[in-house]
């Protein structure tokens, strides 16, 4: 995915298991099929029913549990945590899970999400006497829960959850039990699998495929698991929930054979594709996705339209990390080191370009032209989403209405930033269609807030955007 040069960007991905004699190795294979959400760190804690142990660390999850690192953290239980590059950095502290320790046993954590709420929270926590170790939000809940004054973690867990505001999905493990719990919107995905007797959890269901491990159910908006070595426990923290998973989980942020609220992310991105033609044909020679997370949209526009799809675009998988590069300059440079332009498909050919989004529009300006370059006649530009012109606030990293082109610009100004024949974006009627949940409402179980600006919980005035945090 082209999420490290769209400036498009994942919060982080949970993995949680509880039951296993190699916990940690489980738990390291299921971080490696998240590392599409998170690039910049990972770490996993354990706990043998009397003492956690943690190893974290900066970069991918196999570079930080490399040369043995796993063997120092043994245990029937493990949570585990891949997180994203922010803008501001973020460094060794902000790697989760955090753990703390105290008199009365230890406590990790791990997030996945935004509170849009913290900077309320920490100044009340601060005025009480709490110090902040890290300016990760995450970090709020432990201070809530310490602070709660019930002598059962469940308890204090529950207070501190009704306090919270924004997105959220926690894994949260002592010595004896490990306590999951999704915010009241469900904004994140977060599943339920059996592996034997043991309990696992994870931000996407493809972790289960890796590891073996059977899918149950996902977490339910609201919900609060206790599971531990007597079994798991369903309970509530609250009942005023409202399903509003977001909606760029299908479009783009998800492995494509993950299931989600029981969609398949495939199927969706292909029905999204499919939508976009019966709103937006155009006469052409060939189809092409951009890499990756484009393909099931393009397959599915090429289905519909009879016009063939073919590989005019392909991603160079041996390129390093080169999101770590500070400058938008060179960050646009790994434009050109990640994708080519095959001029044997493309050359003479009137193509259809298949993307998810559009952020900023430099990508899509550059493979325009990459495609003219090698030799295409007309560039037809399609995005499988409607167009981007509010920031999200719930832990993805959607830049600010100022650097959001289409909260800037008409989309024939878009069309001639990029330099396509022609531009259309899906519409939302098209979206909710296409990805097909389940659910009665107007927006159909989804949130459409970076789409058309109405957000499914409060706003705060000094909410801090994911990419802000330092």
């Known amino acids: 995915m082209f999420a490290e040069i769209k400036g498009l960007n994942e919060e982080c991905g949970v993995f949680g298991i509880w039951g296993h004699p190699e916990a940690a190795q489980v738990a390291y294979y ?80 791990a997030h996945n999400g935004n509170l849009v709420n913290a900077n309320q929270l920490k100044q009340q926590l601060e005025s009480q006497g709490s110090i902040f170790q890290t300016t990760s939000d995450t970090e709020v809940l432990a201070h809530l829960i310490r602070r709660s004054g019930y002598q059962d973690l469940k308890d204090g867990i529950k207070n501190a959850l009704t306090m919270l505001k924004g997105a959220y999905a926690f894994l949260i493990m002592t010595e004896t039990e490990m306590l999951v719990a999704l915010d009241p919107n469900g904004l994140r995905p977060l599943s339920i699998g059996l592996l034997g007797d043991a309990y696992v959890i994870a931000s996407e269901t493809c972790a289960f495929d890796v590891i073996g491990a059977k899918y149950e159910r996902d977490v339910e908006p609201g919900e609060l698991l206790i599971i531990n070595d007597e079994g798991i426990r369903s309970e509530r923290f609250t009942m005023n929930t409202n399903r509003a998973i977001c909606s760029m989980e299908y479009i783009y942020f998800s492995r494509p054979d993950s299931n989600i609220d029981g969609v398949n992310v495939h199927s969706a991105r292909k029905r999204l594709g499919k939508i976009m033609h019966e ?64 001029r044997g498909v493309v050359e003479g050919k009137r193509v259809v370009m298949v993307d998810d989004s559009i952020v900023r529009g430099t990508t899509s300006r550059r493979i325009v032209k990459m495609l003219r370059d090698a030799g295409a006649i007309e560039v037809h530009v399609r995005i499988s989403s409607p167009p981007m012109k ?47 949940l389940p659910h009665e409402g107007e927006n159909r179980g989804q949130c459409l807030a970076c789409f058309t600006g109405q957000y499914p919980t409060e706003i705060y005035a000094d909410t801090v955007l994911p990419h802000e945090k330092a």
């Open 279 to 342: 709103e937006a044909p155009i006469e052409a020679d060939i189809v092409t996705g951009v890499p990756d997370s484009s393909i099931s949209a393009a397959i599915g526009y090429a289905e519909a339209s009879g016009i063939p799809y073919e590989l005019g675009l392909i991603k160079n998988r041996y390129v390093g990390r080169t999101f770590i590069q500070p400058s938008q300059a060179l960050r646009e440079q790994g434009v050109k080191m990640k994708l080519s332009a095959v």
């Open 30 to 109: 299921g971080l490696h099929s998240l590392q599409h959400r998170g690039q910049e760190g990972a770490g996993i804690v354990t706990t043998d029913g009397e003492k956690l142990s943690c190893v974290k660390g900066l970069g991918l999850a196999s570079e930080v549990f490399a040369n043995g690192k796993l063997n120092e953290i043994t245990g029937k239980a493990a949570i585990g945590h891949v997180r994203y590059a922010t803008a501001g950095g973020g460094g060794y502290e902000n790697v989760q899970p955090l753990l703390f320790r105290s008199n009365n046993g230890g406590l990790a954590l």
């Open 390 to 436: 509010n920031p999200c606030f719930y832990g993805i990293d959607i830049s600010t209405h100022e650097e959001l082109i289409a909260s800037n610009h008409s989309i024939e100004e878009i069309r001639e930033i990029i330099g396509a024949d022609s531009l259309e974006f899906l519409s939302v009627e098209g979206l909710l269609k296409g990805v097909g």
